[in-house]
Structure formats: structure tokens, C-alpha cells
């Protein structure tokens, strides 16, 4: 009795893989949809799944340019709207835009308390402009306008007001919406806080 059972369980798992075997051999069946093929962002990034930020300046308005998160030198996990100083002079101190090239991603903080920088804030390291002078850039931080526990303020500096593009002009930092730093915070979290931005322009 238990041999007949036993052949009979090894004939039912044969059929059972067979079946399988059939099922992918013919690939999937009518009107599955297949997975989408990630965004991605070419160029100077990491290929081994590490987070990476991407700022893409716009010359014809640098306070709409825009910056990536990018995952793996190919996926774009978000994009936002961010803008660099008030001109495309990269050697403008306290006004031009950030200079081509690669930057480390120093410390993240959610109570920035500097004199101008206040709440969410991400230093980046400091940058030659290309001038030929050896001219540094210094004092670089991806920002926005508000207070120190990251609420708004009363005062310009510590308020964001979407309806004025002024918001998105800088002293040369990358300035964002307060909830999107906040949005670009929460998603670095989960996925891992990068070591890089490249900027391109």
C-alpha cells in the first residue's frame, strides 16, 4: 500500500514540474505586463547600487535646475527642483553657481543651526572654480528656508513662499523646498546616504 502511494506521490511531482517547466519555457502568460525598465541617469555614477545625488544645472535659469537621487549609477529614485546662486559665473563668490565636478557629501543635519542655514541642511566639500586663479568656492550646503526645528519663520530668510522663484536663488548652495529636503531626507534614509554629487552643466 505504501509503495503504491509513494509512486504514486513521485508521478503527481514529476507532472507538477513538467507543467512548471512548460510555464516558463512558453514565458508569461497572455496579458501579464512586464516590468518597466528604471529611469536612468548616465554618467560618472556608481554601478554597485550605492546612492548617488546628481545636480543638473539649467543655464537658461539656474533657479530651475534640478537634482536626482540616483541608486546604482542608473535608477532615479526621485527628482526636484533646486537652484544655485543667482548666476552661471561658478567663480562668483556668494552668488555664482556651483562648479562642475564630483563632491564629497560631508555631514547631514536636521537642526542646522548656522547664521545664514538653518534645520535641514547637507554639507558638501569645498570646490576650485575653473577660473585658472585657484579660486575656492567654500561653505557649500544643500539647503532651504527655515527655522532651526524646521518649521516656518516669520522673516524672508526663514519662510518659503512657493509663488516667489526668488526662494530657489542661493549664495551659491543648492537650495530646495523645505518638504522636499525633508522628502530627500526620509528617502536617503531608507536607502542609504550618499557619498557623492556630481554636478553637471
Known sequence: MSSTLSSRAARS?????AAG???LLAGPAPGARAEEPAAAVAGGAPQDGAVQLRFDKNRKDPSDSRLYVVKGGRTVL??????SGTTTDECATG?????????TVGQHHEKYDGDLIKGY????????CADGTGR???QLFIHSEMNRDGSQGSTEQRRWTDSDPNDFRSKGCIKMRPEEI????????????????????
Open 13 to 17: 511531482a514529476a507532472a507538477v514540474l
Open 21 to 23: 517547466s512548460i510555464v
Open 78 to 83: 526621485a527628482e526636484f527642483r533646486a537652484g
Open 95 to 103: 552668488r555664482g553657481w556651483l562648479p562642475d565636478g564630483t563632491y
Open 121 to 128: 541642511a547637507i554639507r558638501l566639500s569645498d570646490k576650485k
Open 136 to 138: 575656492v568656492r567654500d
Open 182 to 201: 525633508k522628502k530627500m531626507f526620509r528617502l536617503l534614509e531608507r536607502n542609504g546616504w550618499p557619498k557623492t554629487l556630481r554636478v553637471v552643466g
